[in-house]
């Protein structure tokens, strides 16, 4: 099976626009996560999307959105870019929900100027 | 406060020895979460537990619920084993709390 994608890889953006980046699970997997790594903070979690619902949800502002297709791709969103928001956003599958094994994507490294 | 503590924070070793990784954590949890990040950024997931012990290969893992308390530990370690090694919880708020990782080098 093909592994989780991201797309793109490399980003770059100026303060105040917005972003969406994308993620293709692994087929047959419903569940797909969000983190954002960055190195004074580490990984945390944004959400989770299962079976395009949002399940769970960290503690991120209302600027950070994300939703889920019927083939279980998701796309995040992030609305009027701040200089704190470059970090790296990964996202990972899971065959059931994000308590079980996740399988993580490349990454999408997002920087803002 | 973070809610994941992890030590050592940096560890070099010699080719061939046993490392150990700890793992504390304060929330009620439902699942923990072993992870390996490469330089590149690349994240594989090595464990989930929620009672017990798992093994694969040279690396077993650990977790006492009472103590909420984790080990990795790495037996014959290999160079190649060279990354880091974050623990993550699957929190009963349904989120998942990361640890800052513990950076390991092997030297051959």
């Known amino acids: 099976k093909a592994g989780v994608t991201q797309t793109p890889r490399y980003l770059i953006k100026t303060r105040g626009q917005q972003v969406t980046l994308s993620c293709s699970p692994i087929s047959g997997h419903r569940s797909v996560s969000w983190y954002q790594q960055t190195p004074g903070q580490g990984l945390q979690f944004l959400f989770e999307y299962f079976s395009e619902t949002q399940r769970n949800k960290g503690n991120f502002p209302g600027r950070f959105s994300g939703r889920q297709f019927s083939n279980s791709r998701s796309e995040m969103n992030v609305s009027t870019l701040e200089l704190g928001d470059s970090a790296l956003y990964l996202c990972?599958?899971?065959?059931?929900?994000?308590?079980?094994?996740?399988?993580f994507g490349p990454g999408t490294r997002l920087t803002v100027t | 406060k973070n809610e994941v503590e992890q030590s050592p924070q940096n560890l070099t070793a010699q080719e061939g020895e046993f490392i150990t990784i700890n793992c504390s954590y304060s929330?009620?949890?439902?699942?923990l979460h072993w992870l390996q990040q490469h330089p590149g950024g690349g994240i594989v997931s090595l464990f989930m537990?929620?009672?017990g012990k798992k093994k694969h290969g040279r690396l077993i893992a650990t977790i006492n619920i009472q103590e909420k308390h984790s080990s990795l530990h790495i037996t014959a370690s290999h160079p190649r084993d060279s990354a880091v090694y974050i623990c993550?919880?699957?929190?009963?708020?349904?989120?998942?709390?990361f640890g800052t990782g513990t950076s390991l080098t092997v030297i051959p």
């Open positions: 537990l929620s009672s």
């Open positions: 993550a919880v699957w929190g009963w708020s349904n989120q998942f709390y």
């Open positions: 990972a599958s899971s065959p059931g929900t994000a308590f079980y094994e996740q399988y």
């Open positions: 929330v009620g949890i439902s699942a």
